[in-house]
């Protein structure tokens, strides 16, 4: 079995991908507007995931005000309906579409085929094709910042993480938040809850509270809703918030956010196909790239951690520093990176081991 | 002077079939105003909302597509509630559907063999079935309430799936994402028109529609189970099994459901997901009702329903209307729809009174 990469699937489709991009210039007529369509998987609400994406959209179409028409289509089951939503938006017009959720990978990949002169850009999956681009953002570069100002600021040394699922993506934002919480404390530890789900404010709240039972006196989440953040803020703890600036739901509690960032990437997508220029890619950006920020800090946060953490962004930013470096073991003590190694973005794509520092094992590692 | 709802000594005939009519007049008004409220040409709203979703051959075929499972599990549960046995968990009965004939799809990825398919739609009827015989025994030997164990069993399953997909049948060149290989071509069901999504899924349902009505209306166990639900004394005096309706009552319901979930993985989706129904199960269980627990009317009921989802993302594309919008819009029908059937069985009295005497109103 050859194992393949994110990288080297690209590149394999990359050679069809030249020759089908000629007959695909000429398709929006000068003077009218192209029409983008979005589809979400959760209702875009005041905070989160979609919240995120829509703000961009908004932001996007005011960037390029008059060039371009936007559409969307909130709460999409990720499933037998995701397909038609993106076909009806294809077949309505919309020739550019971003897909902004992991479940959409198959379906977009499907509808892509049906339309090959469409472009199509989805979220955080894996899969490429001629007319289809992927895109997603290094979270962990973040996370790992949050990771530093939790470590200064938790007195327990113990940090709570409220995550979804256990896929990848959620498991090395766990690690780098671990990480760069043992960069400010040695000997922090992080505990992890797993809700099972996206969106479940009820979970949220019991499994914020039951962190906090079990001594974590700062939490973060990786989840949709801002209830990790209400909890903390009625439990009188910190928390960092994760997609949103969440200070309005706890206006004490919030140390800071990792927040998402769009409005860039979109604005620039948009106007590659105006201009006829869009080709396939394969997009990971982070701090530097502007999809990652951290949010205001709470003025609780003392100015030399700020200072501390501002540093770190930019050697991230410099490329100087990256949150996955050796020697890094796994928290059963398995050596992971040698002492400095880096990881590949190839292994960082199918993390499935907590580093140390992580209480606990993962659901379902073999 | 107020208002009463009395009995009727006998089933208005008028009111049967006034009933719809009524319903879907309030709704056009209330529609009508809500959307010019939202400041949308309402005309053009209700016509997004119900002629969009089924004015072209492919739209047609995705509605049938998303008529099928709701079907499936209402015709099954309809069964049940007739008889009195109240199922509410067909949604976890799906799950285990489409989790057993899944598992028959990716453990037999490598075979091009015709009988896959078969296999795979048996294991699902059976999945299902298993599933539904957990609250059947809980009932009959322990005398648990059916509706909250076959609710919480909903969850089980999902969780199930969940584990399974997170773990043991998770693709392996998948980057550790929680979805299965897609399924091969030797287990998806064929497509029936070409250029749809609309699959032999669909034929089977009416398949079991047509089974189901002869069940119930010709065959004696049907007999036995309606007059178990109509006056379960009687039932019990001519010596119907009190068990026996429990048990098929159950099992009928799952066996649709698992089907219904077997469908939707070797139909639409192609693999198993995390999550591989927005809750057919549930919304079958309206369907039932609006269509009156007969499968006939069960056929009409869930091409509405689907109707109102297919109509829901048309609303939010075209008139972009939140989703919270299109689905109260959807909640608003069916609610009038259940509620003018009250008047099949009931009418509404003016009473007056003279003025009470002791008690203060």
């Known amino acids: 079995m050859t194992r393949y990469t994110r990288r080297n699937a690209l590149a394999a489709l990359g050679a069809g991908a030249a020759t089908a991009a000629l007959p695909a210039l000429a398709q929006t007529k000068a003077g009218e507007p192209l029409q983008i369509g979005f589809v979400y998987v959760s209702p875009i609400g005041d905070a989160g995931w979609t919240f995120q994406h829509d703000t961009a ?12 028409v936007t559409k969307y289509i909130e709460n999409v089951p990720e499933g037998a309906d995701a397909e038609r939503v993106i076909r009806e938006l294809a077949s309505s017009g919309n020739t550019l579409i971003f897909t902004t ?14 339309f090959p002169k469409h472009k199509f850009e989805h979220a955080t999956g894996y899969k490429t094709s001629k007319n289809v681009g992927i895109y997603n953002a ?37 690690n780098a938040f671990t990480r760069g919480m043992r960069v400010t404390n040695p000997k922090a530890e992080v505990k992890v809850v797993w809700v099972n789900s996206w969106f479940d404010p009820g979970k949220e709240t ?48 919030q140390l800071t956010a990792v927040t998402h960032h769009w409005t860039d990437y979109y604005t620039r997508v948009a106007q590659s196909v105006l201009d006829g220029k869009w080709a396939p890619d394969n997009v990971w950006g982070g701090l530097k790239e502007g999809m990652i920020k951290l949010a205001p800090f709470n003025k609780v946060v003392p100015a030399d951690v700020q200072e501390t953490v501002n540093r770190a962004e930019a050697e991230i930013k410099a490329g100087k520093l990256h949150p996955f470096t050796g020697p890094m073991k796994d928290n059963a003590g398995k050596e992971r990176l040698a002492a400095g190694k880096t990881i590949s973005d190839g292994d960082l794509q199918k993390m499935d081991y907590y580093v140390e520092g992580v209480v606990g094992k993962l659901p379902s590692s073999k | 002077m107020h208002l009463r709802l009395e009995a009727r000594t006998e089933p208005s005939r008028l009111a049967r079939w006034l009933s719809p009519l009524v319903a879907t007049f309030a709704v056009l008004v209330i529609g009508f105003v809500l959307f010019a409220a939202m400041g949308k040409d309402p005309w053009f709203a209700l016509y997004t909302f119900f002629i ?4 072209t051959r492919y739209d047609v075929g995705e509605l049938l597509l998303k008529a099928s499972p709701l079907m499936l599990c209402a015709v099954g549960l309809a069964a049940g509630y007739r008889a009195n046995v109240w199922n509410i968990g ?8 489409a989790v057993a004939g899944g598992g028959v799809a990716l453990a037999f990825h490598d075979s091009t063999s015709p009988l896959v398919l078969p296999l795979m739609l048996v294991a699902g009827v059976a999945g299902g079935m298993l599933w539904a015989a957990i609250p059947a025994l809980l009932r009959t030997r322990f005398n648990a309430n059916e509706i909250l164990v076959s609710l919480m069993l909903v969850y089980v399953a999902s969780l199930v799936l969940s584990l399974l997909v997170h773990g043991a049948w998770r693709d392996p060149e998948g980057f550790n994402f929680p979805q299965s290989k897609l399924f091969s071509d030797s287990a998806l069901l064929p497509n029936l028109i070409p250029e749809t999504r609309l699959n032999v899924g669909f034929l089977i349902a009416l398949v079991v529609v047509g089974v189901a009505w002869l069940f119930m209306r010709r065959s004696l ?30 099992l009928i319901g799952g066996a649709c459901a698992g ?22 199960g549930f919304a079958a269980i309206i369907v039932a009702f609006v269509g009156r627990l007969h499968p006939v009317g069960i056929v009409f009921a869930s091409l509405l329903m689907s109707l109102l989802y297919l109509g829901g993302e048309a609303a939010q594309m075209k008139l972009a209307l939140p989703s919270s919008v299109t689905g109260l819009f959807q909640g608003t029908l069916l609610l009038f729809l259940l509620a003018a059937d009250v008047f099949i069985h009931y009418r509404l009295r003016v009473v007056r009174r003279p003025a009470p005497v002791a008690h203060g109103a």
Do not use: C
């Open chain 1, 57 to 68: 959209r908004k932001a996007m179409e005011k960037a390029l005000s008059g060039k371009v």
């Open chain 2, 52 to 55: 969009d979703p089924v004015d």
């Open chain 2, 90 to 97: 067909a949604e976890g009965q799906l799950v285990l559907g």
């Open chain 1, 101 to 114: 959720s992991f479940g959409y990978m198959n379906p977009t990949i499907k509808v892509a085929q049906a």
């Open chain 2, 259 to 280: 089907l219904a979930g077997v469908g939707e993985v070797a139909g639409p989706i192609g693999q198993l997901m995390p999550v591989v129904s927005p809750g057919y």
């Open chain 2, 221 to 250: 166990t049907g007999y036995q189970m309606r007059v178990a639900g109509l006056a379960p004394a009687a039932a019990n005096y001519a010596g119907v099994s009190a068990a026996r309706t429990v048990w098929l009552g159950m």
């Open chain 1, 138 to 174: 290094r979270f962990y570069e973040g996370r790992y910042l949050a990771g530093m100002v939790a470590g200064k600021m938790s007195k327990s040394g113990v940090a709570g993480y409220v995550a979804a699922f256990p896929i990848p993506e959620v498991v090395m934002g766990i």
């Open chain 1, 206 to 253: 019991e499994a914020t509270n039951t962190l906090v039972s079990q001594g974590a006196d700062v939490v973060t989440h990786h989840t949709d809703s801002p209830a990790t953040m209400q909890a903390a803020e009625a439990k009188k703890i910190h928390a960092i918030a994760y997609h949103s600036d969440m200070s309005k739901y706890g206006p004490n509690a």
